[in-house]
T-cell receptor, first 112, second 111 residues
C-alpha cells in the first residue's frame, strides 16, 4: 500500500531534550515536506526536500532540522525542543507531476 | 508571496442543504489549487485539484481567476462530509513543493 509513515504518533517530552520524528514513504517520491498544524493557523511548512541531499526552509524553520540521506526518509529533528513547538506535525510526499501531496497520519508532540 | 484565505473557520449546515466553502488566493503567477480534507482523527487527504476538473464525493470547485477564488461546492451535504477542509495553492512551475495552505474551515453537517 502506498503510504507515508510517521513515528511516533504521540510524544510527550521535556524542554531541551533532543528528539527525532521519522518519516518514510514507499512511493519513490522526489519531494518530501514537513508541516505543523496549529489551531487557527492551519498548516505551515517547516522544511521541504526536492531530492536526496537537497533541503530548504519553509515558512517556519526555526528550531527544526531535517536531513535527506535517502529518498524514502525525511526525519524531522528538534535539537532543543521548547513548549512553543507543541503541535501536530505532518510529513508529506509528492512526485513532480503535481498530483498533490500524500500525507502521513501525523505526530502529536507535547513539550512540557 | 502567495497567500490563501479561507474566511470561515466554521460552517454549519443541515443535511441536504447546499454547501459552499470559500477560498480566496493571492498569487501573481499561474497557480495550481487544491482542496484537502481531514476527517476526525485522520490524515489529510487530497480531495480535488483544479487541473483535473473532477467531482469527488459530490464536491466540485472551479478556479475563478478574475475573482482569485476556488470555492468548494456540494449541492446536498451529507453527515459524513463533516470534516476540516483546507484550500491550498502551489505555483504552477513549482510542482507542488511550495504548497501554501489556508487556515481551514470546519464543516459540520447536522442531521
Amino acid at each position: 500500500e502506498a503510504q507515508v509513515t510517521q513515528n511516533p504518533r504521540y510524544l510527550i517530552t521535556v524542554t531541551g531534550k533532543k528528539l527525532t520524528v521519522t518519516c518514510s514513504q514507499n512511493m519513490n517520491h522526489e519531494y518530501m515536506s514537513w508541516y505543523r498544524q496549529d489551531p487557527g493557523l492551519g498548516l505551515r511548512q517547516i522544511y521541504y526536500s526536492m531530492n536526496v541531499e537537497v533541503t530548504d526552509k519553509g515558512d517556519v524553520p526555526e528550531g527544526y532540522k531535517v536531513s535527506r540521506k535517502e529518498k524514502r526518509n525525511f526525519p524531522l529533528i528538534l535539537e532543543s525542543p521548547s513548549p512553543n513547538q507543541t503541535s501536530l506535525y505532518f510529513c508529506a510526499s509528492s512526485s513532480p507531476d503535481r498530483h498533490g501531496y500524500t500525507f502521513g497520519s501525523g505526530t502529536r508532540l507535547t513539550v512540557v | 508571496a502567495q497567500r490563501v484565505t479561507q474566511p470561515e473557520k466554521l460552517l454549519s449546515v443541515f443535511k441536504g442543504a447546499p454547501v459552499e466553502l470559500k477560498c480566496n488566493y493571492s498569487y501573481s503567477g499561474s497557480p495550481e489549487l487544491f482542496w484537502y480534507v481531514q476527517y476526525s482523527r485522520q490524515r489529510l487527504q487530497l480531495l480535488l485539484r483544479h487541473i483535473s476538473r473532477e467531482s469527488i464525493k459530490g464536491f466540485t470547485a472551479d478556479l475563478n481567476k478574475g475573482e482569485t477564488s476556488f470555492h468548494l461546492k456540494k449541492p446536498f451535504a451529507q453527515e459524513e462530509d463533516s470534516a476540516m477542509y483546507y484550500c491550498a495553492l502551489s505555483p504552477y512551475n513549482n510542482a507542488g513543493n511550495m504548497l501554501t495552505f489556508g487556515g481551514g474551515t470546519r464543516l459540520m453537517v447536522k442531521p
